[in-house]
């Protein structure tokens, strides 16, 4: 019997796949300061805005170490702080226009990539592996 391999060995070969393509075509258009470890803030920042203690707890990281990809981003400018209409003590991190059009690009480009695995598995088996990944998140 062949020995077993952990399911999270099998998932962290994809997600490398995935994250190379998505760096490697992210730098050919332009976006050379985007890495990985910014995809967080642009899948979870909400369009009316979203608290840097919520991007942080969804990314599971702390508050700090969020804080330094915010400022990255805003040097950046794809993100900026405005104030919080309920809490004037807090602030609110928008995606800017810059932001906007590199997160539909990195959807562009992973669901281009997505389509890869689709016609690997078919139609079916893929809509299949997509439902159990999302059973398995929820």
């Keep these: 019997m062949a020995a077993y391999i952990n399911t ?26 985007i890495s990985p470890s910014h995809g967080w803030i642009f899948f979870n920042t909400e369009e009316e805005g979203s608290h840097i203690t919520d991007l942080a707890a969804k990314a599971k990281i702390t508050k700090q170490s969020m804080s330094v990809l915010v400022a990255q981003l805003e ?47 078919g139609e079916k088996d893929y809509n299949q592996l997509r439902q159990l990944l999302m059973k398995l998140c929820e």
């Design 8 to 33: 999270g060995v099998y998932l962290r070969i994809l997600w490398d796949e995935l994250r190379y393509n998505l760096e490697t075509q992210l730098n050919e258009n332009g976006y050379d300061d």
């Design 75 to 121: 040097n950046g400018g794809y993100v900026k702080k405005t104030p919080d209409p309920n809490d004037k003590r807090a602030w609110l991190l928008v995606l800017t226009a810059k932001g906007k059009k590199v997160k539909s690009a990195g959807q562009q480009i992973n669901y281009a990539f997505e389509e890869q695995w689709k016609k690997k598995l």
